[in-house]
């Protein structure tokens, strides 16, 4: 399957490799088309939450476009493609998690040094809660997203590990789905929609 297709139909792809990369020059060809699809599918996977933040949930597609952006504007050429698997491969469910890129979008630069100042730690706050099941979000590793004087990193990236129940009780569960933050400084929460639900309910193997 050529890498168009893949990302086309990336049912269980939980990875991007050097095969799924397609010739620069090629995808400039279908760029337009490719970020069409990926409006509509992103449409369901951003949930905003409370006046500053908004959750992106990731999957093999929007880090498919992610990785070809990326290499179509830096221009770096095969030299670039294992760097860019690298930052945006761990940003794909793995088949019993969801990804999420949780970011405080706040345009006034001294508003938002002043509330990322008193955010730090909110990464190990966030939660998504269905019933009796409260799954926390463990936050990626790479950095450290909080400073040693406690300011927060405007761009978090998350996991949320579900077991095999979990998954199961996720697909089934009919009621409100809770997506919060238990931040002091930044106590938030929203429900999810029923189309947002239904598109990451596809994350899981």
Known sequence: MSAAANFQNPENRFEITHDDIMNISDYGKIRGDV?????????????????????FFENYQTMWMQIHEMLFIEKGGDAQIPDELSAYNPLI???RELVATL???IDDETLR??????L???????????GDREILADAETDVDRTTADGKASSVQFLHFKFSDDDVAAFKTFSGDIMLGIK????????LMSAATKASLEADFA
């Open 35 to 55: 970020r069409k699809s990926i409006v509509q599918i992103k449409k369901h996977r951003r949930v905003p939450i409370g006046p500053y933040a908004t959750f």
């Open 113 to 118: 040094r002043s509330i990322l100042g008193r």
């Open 103 to 105: 970011m405080f979008e």
């Open 183 to 190: 931040h002091e400084n930044y106590p938030h929460m929203t």
């Open 93 to 95: 469910p793995k088949g």
């Open 120 to 130: 730090g730690g909110v990464e190990e706050t966030v939660f998504i809660k269905f």
